[in-house]
């Protein structure tokens, strides 16, 4: 090889992250999905275990603020929306939009949002959904030894409840292991942190 082409794309100055709080992953999972039309950045979708996890973690102290407690109703599911662009008006705006249209949407119940602004806040609500994902690793017994996980990736009209991969999702929530998705424009990719 002689030559190599790069395609760089500068780093947008602004970014946040909207926190919308599901009673179930196959909620979360399932809106995330209709939510992509709307065209965030991306979308991740995070089950109770992964929460459990992190809100048991020192890590916990630095995001709590985004994910509120509900004793009547608990949070089963998390989508991280995440926006970002270069001009803050205009980022504000799609926000508004956005959470706008979750308000007058009735298609699945959301128990709550929250904002994360700026890279800082964003970065820290990423590394607790990492750092949890990383301690399934510690979880006592057969199905919390190993983090690694499978994938399955598939087109976003794919992505359906009884798509194969939300299938075993779905599946998996009777099992006390974690599952997480993520939603992107070009694909869907449910990652099953199990084996």
Known sequence: MVEAKLNLLPIPRHSLLL???????M????DARALMARAPLSIETVDSRVLQLAMQDIVWHGVAEYFPDDPQRPTLGINLIE????????????????????RIDRSVERLGHTL?????AVAR????????VGLLGNVAGRRGRSPS??????RPSGCRPSSPSSARCSTAMAWPTACSATSMPACCTCARPWT
């Open 19 to 25: 926190n919308v709080r599901y009673a179930s992953f």
């Open 27 to 30: 909620d979360a999972l399932g």
């Open 116 to 120: 994360a602004r700026g890279a800082a």
């Open 125 to 132: 609500v990423y590394a607790m959904r990492k750092r949890a």
């Open 149 to 154: 996980s499978r994938i399955a990736r598939c």
């Open 83 to 102: 926006f970002c662009g270069d001009d803050e008006d205009e980022l504000a705006q799609r926000v508004a939009a956005f959470i706008e249209h979750l």
